[in-house]
């Protein structure tokens, strides 16, 4: 049996997403609302891509520093922290975005419990690590 390969998988879901007007058709995450971030490297300086589910208010998008409930933060949060300018394809469109990061308070506690409120299953990350996970306000800038 084949080892998982993530970056396989990353690249078929965002061939996927493009392919259905953003919005994969098929797979685990099928329907789902999912971005694709690019954002540059903390340490590299290179472009890095990650495929997040994220939540809209208003014009804004929220997207949560889960990691499926890993003890550390993704990759992309530590970019985001270094060089809040990124960039976000949603529904096949390339939009600028700045970040925000809400690690703690009441601000991030409000972001969280709507996220989980519109998807539940990240409701259940908290219990398998001892971080808080932060949320991030991606503001489109342009």
């Known amino acids: 049996m084949a080892s998982w390969d993530p970056g396989s998988f990353t690249a078929g879901l965002i061939a996927e997403m493009r392919a259905h007007g953003g919005v994969p058709s ?64 949603v529904n096949n469109e390339l939009v600028q975005v700045a970040a925000r990061i809400e690690a703690e308070g009441p601000e991030r506690d409000r972001l969280w419990a709507k996220h989980v409120a519109e998807m539940p299953g990240f409701g259940e990350y908290p219990a398998k690590t001892d971080r808080i996970i932060p949320m991030v306000v991606l503001t489109r800038t342009a």
Do not use: C, D, Q
Request: no cysteine; net charge positive.
């Open 26 to 89: 098929k797979g685990p995450f099928a329907g789902r609302r999912l971005l694709i971030l690019t954002t540059t490297g903390a340490r590299s300086g290179e472009p890095r891509i990650a495929v997040l589910a994220y939540r809209l208010e208003g014009e804004t998008m929220i997207v949560a520093g889960s990691k499926g409930g890993a003890p550390t933060h993704p990759g992309w949060f530590f970019n985001l922290r270094a060089n809040p300018v990124a960039t976000a394809e």
